[in-house]
């Protein structure tokens, strides 16, 4: 009897337990977090409003919620909420100017009653607008360098540290070309130092950041003036009939006199223009000479010619003293950049008189008179500004007749007391011609004395006593 009560007490255990675990179990109720926020400028801030809810729609009240932001890749708390009556909480959160730093969470850990939950949201970046500022000086003196200046910030006067584009363009042209890129300070700054070599407009462009618009400076202008004062001539005077491209710039210090062999390059060029085989002087007997010049204009050019080996360094002395007393040259051009002229059997002296060009050799007939060979051949001797400085031919005065009684103290003589006319004389170049040739010099060697000893029928015996251009 004991017995079986037992048992019945343990099967009753039994049942009891069976049905305990089998009995369900009441279920949190599931909730749903959500985060809203309304895009903001960087360095602003911007209001992230949670709702925590369950799934039906029912308000989760008095909720306890942290919010956390991802800084540098890492989550980190910002606040804890707790949820109003409505399921309802906001907080005030700075927006940073990385995008990345941008993503907040919110979490929820739940009860016996409500479940747990987290919400997400990445909030946008309102682009700021952006200026862009250059300042330049107005003018400049060619080859001396001046600073451009960048500042960089947003509408409201914050700096903007960045990568800024400059670019330029010579006045005239429509295309930009870019010059370099700057990068700006804490404060927005930046600057840059440039030597313009001719008149220009710049401007600076900005990309568009995480945070600022993209932006464009206004045009800056800045007048590139030359380094001496520019020929004045008079108002009827005619401009040359062939006109030249600006030279190249000036290389170095001064004239810069370089004197050297003729290089292959040159010498294809040459080779069926201002020299063929026949010449009486060939390529051993000939050197290139290349000095700076002041052209009409007041900036410093780069000049070549070609002159015998022992009338180049005499030329190239004259030429660099024309250079220091500040004489101006309208263009110094090979003469073989004019073509080969039939008529002269040469490179085209007649275009090169006409372009107002300063040349020395060339292996050509003289001009007005075929089949005679001028002094040119030989590679000593030199025209100097032949425009302003007309030769009388046997066919008439060429390349104009405005000049042939007018002088100008920088640019043409017509008497022996000419300072260009002195200046060539000391470097043993003879104005051999005088005012009949007023742009042909000769080297004669020596001093200025010993050449005016010297008659043109001596210099020049193939022209029998005329004038041999």
């Not at 890492?74 to 606040?79: A, D, G, Q, S, Y």
């Not at 010049?293 to 070549?304: I, L, P, Q, S, V």
Request: proline share 7%.
């Amino acid at each position: 009897m004991i017995l079986g009560r037992h048992l019945f007490l343990v099967l009753l255990g039994l049942v009891v337990a069976v049905g305990g675990l089998a009995a369900p179990a009441s279920a949190a109720t599931p909730t749903v977090l959500t985060l809203a926020a309304p895009g903001a400028y960087a360095d602003a801030t911007t209001t992230l409003a949670l709702d925590l809810r369950t799934s039906t729609g029912e308000p989760v009240a008095g909720a306890p919620v942290t919010v956390e932001r991802r800084v540098a890749g890492e989550w980190r708390p910002v606040t804890a909420l707790t949820t109003d009556a409505a399921g309802h909480a906001t907080a005030s959160v700075p927006v940073s100017r990385t995008p990345q730093d941008n993503a907040f969470r919110a979490s929820y850990a739940g009860d016996t009653t409500y479940a747990p939950a987290t919400g997400a949201i990445d909030v946008p970046v309102v682009r700021r607008a952006a200026t862009v500022r250059l300042q330049a000086p107005k003018k400049v003196v060619d080859e001396q360098e001046v600073t451009l200046a960048v500042r960089w910030a947003t509408d409201q006067g914050t700096p903007v540290s960045g990568t800024v584009r400059l670019q330029s363009r010579d006045e005239g042209q429509r295309r930009w070309r870019r010059v370099g890129s700057l990068v700006t300070d804490a404060e927005g700054r930046a600057e840059l130092p440039v030597r313009p070599r001719v008149d220009t407009e710049w401007r600076a462009k900005v990309p568009a950041t995480a945070w600022t618009r993209a932006a464009t400076s206004p045009v800056r202008r800045i007048d590139n003036r030359p380094p001496r004062t520019p020929v004045t001539l008079p108002a009827g005077a005619p401009r040359p009939r062939v006109r030249l491209p600006r030279q190249e710039r000036a290389v170095g210090e001064g004239a810069h006199v370089a004197i050297t062999a003729i290089p292959d390059g040159v010498w294809r060029r040459m080779t069926g223009r201002s020299w063929r085989a026949g010449c009486p002087v060939g390529r051993a007997g000939l050197r290139l000479v290349r000095v700076n010049y002041w052209g009409y204009d007041g900036y410093r050019y780069r000049g070549e010619l070609v002159a015998a080996t022992d009338a180049a360094d005499n030329m190239a002395g004259a030429l660099a003293e024309m250079y220091r007393r500040g004489f101006p040259i309208r263009a110094m051009h090979r003469v073989d950049r004019f073509g080969w002229s039939k008529r002269l059997q040469g490179a085209d002296d007649y275009a090169s008189m006409a372009a107002g060009n300063t040349s020395a050799f060339n292996c050509r007939s003289v001009v007005g008179r075929p089949g005679v060979r001028s002094p040119h051949s030989y590679g000593r001797a030199l025209d100097v500004n032949t425009w302003e400085n007309p030769y009388h031919a046997s066919h008439g005065v060429v390349p104009n007749r405005y000049w042939v009684s007018r002088s100008h103290a920088r640019v043409a003589w017509r008497s022996r007391s000419h300072a260009v006319v002195r200046l060539m004389a000391r470097h043993g170049l003879r104005w051999t011609y005088g005012t009949h040739d007023s742009h042909h010099f000769d080297v004669v060697g020596g001093s200025g004395r010993a050449a005016a000893r010297i008659s043109p029928r001596e210099l020049h015996p193939q022209c029998d006593g005329f004038v041999c251009e």
